[in-house]
């Protein structure tokens, strides 16, 4: 089962249709895929691993496994309501608070964080227009974008299997623009009822997946997906995610022209859906909605 792999580049130039095609149905179908030619500076990508991996080994590593829970480790079933992962949040925007991150990642992860905005608002931009919204729509409605970085590392693990390295959940916000490990695995994805290893990545790779909030404003229509990560006896994973959320305030609710009709006769629907049966749903609706209000 192989992940969908957008090539951002081509959303600027003859196979910009094309491309848009597959990004709508890797979110409708998928809800995660790679990017590839994204334009995040590849030198600004490998020195934020690094400096991560750095610090992990200076301070994160020792503290983690003189924690409770990694003594234990090896010797009980760990509680299932605990993670193997040692974390922090750099929280960009609206409030930066770069002051209370490690000292020799402070500068990089504000650089870092400016250009994955701009990829994101990219991202953005290209799925509402996919969805027949104005371009700006998903930046509109998120209403001073919140942004944060957790930068995680999953510790090697003796006995993987007494813990997990991160519980199964979905994302609570919108677009998530991850940064992973180039060698060790253990990110996995659900679909259709069966779980999908991510890989290491593959060269300047960044791997997105959408938020809840995502999922509530296409109305359902592109998916918020449930993830786990196992940990690995074999290493230690990176992983940097950048979420890019609506602001607190922001009011969620299903783009008005995505929600289905208003009531309406049944014998209504029939009677334009015959001349309409083979034309796309979503398309459908919102013509009904017009014509039956």
């Not at 960009?92 to 990829?119: C, F, G, M, W």
């Amino acid at each position: 089962m192989e992940i969908p792999v957008i090539r951002m580049d081509q959303l600027y130039g003859e196979k910009r249709p094309e491309t848009l095609s597959l990004l709508h149905n890797a979110c409708a179908q998928w809800g995660f895929f790679w990017l590839e030619n994204h334009g995040v500076n590849e030198d600004l990508m490998n020195k934020m691993k690094g400096l991560v991996n750095k610090h992990y080994e200076q301070d994160m590593e020792k503290n983690f496994y003189s924690s409770e829970m990694a003594t234990i480790q090896g010797y009980e079933k760990i509680s299932s309501n605990v993670d193997w992962e040692c974390s922090f949040m750099y929280r960009h925007q609206p409030k930066s608070n770069s002051h209370d991150i490690p000292k020799l990642l402070r500068i990089t992860v504000v650089e870092y964080a400016e250009e994955v905005i701009k990829l994101a608002e990219q991202l953005a931009a290209a799925m509402s227009e996919n969805l027949g919204l104005d371009k700006d729509y998903i930046e509109k409605a998120f209403s001073k974008p919140s942004v944060g970085i957790k930068v995680a590392k999953y510790p090697k693990c003796s006995h993987p299997g007494l813990v997990m390295g991160l519980r199964e959940h979905t994302d609570a916000g919108g677009i998530i623009l991850l940064l992973q490990d180039e060698l060790v695995p253990g990110l996995e994805f659900l679909k259709d009822g069966k779980w999908v290893p991510v890989p290491p990545t593959q060269g300047n790779r960044i791997f997105v997946n959408l938020g809840d909030q995502i999922e509530v404003m296409t109305n359902g229509i592109y998916k918020s997906i449930c993830h786990r990560v196992l940990p690995n006896k074999n290493g230690s994973r990176l992983s940097i995610a950048t979420f890019y959320n609506p602001g607190a305030d922001a009011i969620i609710c299903p783009a008005p022209k995505l929600t289905y009709p208003s009531q309406y006769r049944f014998e209504d629907y029939l009677n334009f859906y015959s001349t309409t049966k083979f034309t796309d749903k979503v398309s459908r609706f919102q013509t009904t909605k017009e014509i039956l209000k």
